[in-house]
């Protein structure tokens, strides 16, 4: 009689699969084939969904019915193993720009050779890209138009892109402009008439921009304090009508560096604000500090309606900081869709002399709606410590009793970790709480190639850049050494999940230094040719839980030079057309047909040519192509076709026109 979890009721194994995290439950489906036809039912796997990934993007498009739940955790499952492994399924490259931002999957950046602002929804491989056409668009948007003379993309969400539009004054004097904010709906369906939700004058381009679909807020370090410093000023503006709301200074944030001291989030119709700062000035003798955060509903930015809240973050005798390595963010669980906060700190912990780094995580952000008074109550000092009797009335020490974290709560760097990197060389760095995950891009030193009969390609460099990622998982509840479960820490009230252990895994490096020189070229677009730089200079980058996009430049750069965009995608259910597999590298030559309605550029494999491949097709049209004399100048026919046309249209991706990617599953 065949024995084993297959055989069990259901209603009894749904019972015992409900107290599996989301990589168990996949895990135990994959032992035997009867119990993965068990697990797949439907019913099992909206259980698992609802539990464990209910606010990923894979839980949503589930219960919207796209997709089914099974498929929602295969996925969700695949996407975070690779990304924690570093095993991505296909990177290529997007496009070139000067500005960029990404947020939410969609791809915004500024093509500085035809001055357009080209949107993108990586998440769902678009075949086709939104254009601002920014030219067109000051001579459209404004009564008598506007020149441009420049544009800075700033922030994209919920379908809102803002930026800024600078044009010359109309006095001619070029060495003076006039900065104007832009708020743009870039959904699809909107006439191009209402799309313009924005547009005012700025002083100066020195401020931060978060938004929603409703509200947008311009938040500045301006705001004078009774203490004699600056302190955050947020100004909102209703999308719907371009009114101002009343404006809002935040008293007591302290913290100027975004996303290092401080950091600005929308969520769920409140502004967030969360500063890891408790004074403007060191304080000599000080024991405890906390995160301090800020909330205010959009509709109504009042004093009234601000809400405050500490939270515990460390005791100082846990060791000094470095403080260059300090990383803070705000995440959405995927659980619970409730915010967190998420820090990177270096430590030199208990005094030891290497630094360790460190990511800690908060309880997710709890306000009550009825004011508290922080400094209520009678101020404590540790017992026993001669420096309470250096403290005067001007101190502001602050002291409470060490808070204990559960492991799942922090998640440090091995002490031990092979291939380390200094800061100079690590370009990015970040944090992907849904796979547990630390990634870097980091500029290594680039190996020599073997000698090979022919000259390899010029580079431009001696460094390459590569991605270094440390996970970790969930250990056996059974400890190996007495053969029972892990107990919780003795303590009068037990702390939930304290019981838990989690084991690293080995830190990945990927490129492996085996790679393909087509992979590495790709990876590391030759940027300036005839360029003297042969190092990696800043390197832009946005990563979330399933894609990584970077730009990366040469140590020395011209102004206003594109820069490559890459993709690195960790989850397979997003696929770019015009990707080939690793073994089979892409080569695309562009061949130009006449029609009557312009000009379509045709992409044909150069292995079809060959006999190795069979032909493809991808239109691409007429702006994809230049229209330029030799001095780079635009022809008086390419002008005279660009005012026939609008400043908002749609054409084909730029990618399927660059053709320069991989598929590595």
């Not at 950046?109 to 990586?122: A, N």
Request: aromatic letters at 10%; hydrophobic letters at 35%; a negative charge.
């Amino acid at each position: 009689m065949p024995l084993g979890v297959s055989t069990l009721p259901l209603e009894l194994l749904i019972n015992v699969v409900s107290f599996l995290n989301l990589e168990d439950f996949v895990n135990l489906k994959s032992t035997e084939k009867a119990l993965w036809r068990t697990l797949q039912n439907e019913s099992i796997s909206r259980e698992i969904v609802q539990k464990h990934i209910v606010h990923s993007k894979e839980g949503q498009l589930a219960d919207q019915r796209c997709i089914k739940y099974a498929a929602a955790i295969q996925r969700t499952f695949y996407r975070r193993e690779a990304l924690a492994l570093a095993r991505p399924y296909s990177a290529l490259i997007l496009g070139g720009g000067t500005s960029v931002v990404y947020r939410e999957g969609i791809l915004c950046y500024i093509d500085g050779e035809g001055d357009v602002i080209r949107i993108l929804d990586v998440h769902r491989a678009a075949k086709f890209e939104q254009i601002i056409d920014l030219h067109l668009f000051g001579r459209q948007v404004w009564k008598g138009g506007k020149s441009f003379a420049g544009a800075e993309l700033l922030h994209c969400q919920d379908g809102i892109l803002s930026f800024i539009y600078r044009s010359p004054l109309s006095n001619g004097k070029y060495d003076t402009e006039e900065i104007w904010l832009m708020a743009i709906n870039i959904r699809s369906n909107i006439p191009t008439t209402k799309r313009v939700r924005l547009a005012m004058i700025v002083q100066n381009s020195k401020f931060f921009v978060r938004n929603d679909s409703r509200y947008l807020y311009v938040g500045t370090h301006d705001g004078m304090g009774a203490h004699g410093h600056h302190e955050w000023v947020l100004q909102g503006y209703d999308l719907s009508n371009g009114h101002p709301s009343s404006s809002l200074q935040l008293t007591d944030l302290f913290g100027t560096d975004l996303r290092q001291t401080v950091i600005f989030e929308i969520h769920d119709g409140y502004l967030y604000a969360v500063s890891n700062q408790s004074s403007f000035e060191v304080e000599e003798v000080d024991w405890t500090s906390y995160f301090h955060s800020y909330r205010f509903p959009l509709h109504e930015p009042t004093c009234g309606r601000l809400q405050r809240q500490k939270i515990y973050r460390r005791q100082h005798r846990e060791g000094p900081i470095n403080d260059s390595w300090t990383d803070l963010g705000l995440h959405k669980d995927e659980r619970t869709g409730d915010l967190f906060i998420t820090e990177c700190r270096r430590e030199w912990k208990a005094g030891i002399s290497t630094q360790q780094r460190t990511y800690y995580r908060s309880d997710p952000l709890a306000f009550c709606d009825e004011p508290i008074d922080e400094d209520a109550g009678p101020i404590t000092y540790p017992p026993d410590d001669p420096l309470v009797n250096t403290l005067d009335e001007k101190s502001r020490a602050l002291y409470s009793q060490p808070v204990p974290r559960i492991p799942r709560n922090y998640q440090a760097e091995p002490i031990t970790a092979t291939k380390t990197f200094i800061l100079a060389k690590t370009k990015y760095k970040t944090f992907i709480p849904a796979s547990s995950a630390f990634l870097d891009i980091v500029a290594d030193d680039y190996p020599p190639r073997p000698p090979a009969p022919t000259p390899p390609a010029p580079r431009y460099w001696q460094q390459q850049l590569r991605f270094r990622i440390g996970s970790r998982i969930l250990s056996s509840p059974i400890d190996p050494e007495t053969g029972l479960l892990y107990e919780a820490e003795p303590r009068e009230d037990p702390i939930p999940l304290s019981e838990e252990r989690f084991t690293d895994r080995d830190i990945c490096i990927w490129p492996p230094a085996t790679a393909r020189p087509e992979l590495l070229d790709l990876l590391n677009p030759a940027l300036v040719p005839n360029s003297t730089s042969r190092m990696i200079g800043d390197v832009f980058a946005v990563a979330d839980e399933r894609t990584l996009v970077y730009m990366p430049a040469p140590l020395y750069r011209p102004e206003g030079e594109n820069r490559n965009i890459v993709l690195v995608n960790f989850d397979r259910g997003i696929r770019f057309s015009g990707t080939n597999g690793h073994e089979l590298p892409v080569m695309l030559t562009c061949e130009v047909s006449g029609n009557e309605e312009g000009r379509e550029v045709t992409l044909r494999d150069e292995r079809a040519s060959q006999g190795k491949g069979k032909e493809r097709e991808v239109p691409v049209s007429e702006m994809d192509c230049t229209s330029a004399d030799d001095n780079g100048r635009e022809t008086e026919e390419r002008h005279e076709e660009r005012e026939k046309r609008d400043w908002w249209r749609e054409e084909w991706a730029r990618y399927l026109a660059i053709g320069r990617g991989y598929r590595f599953a």
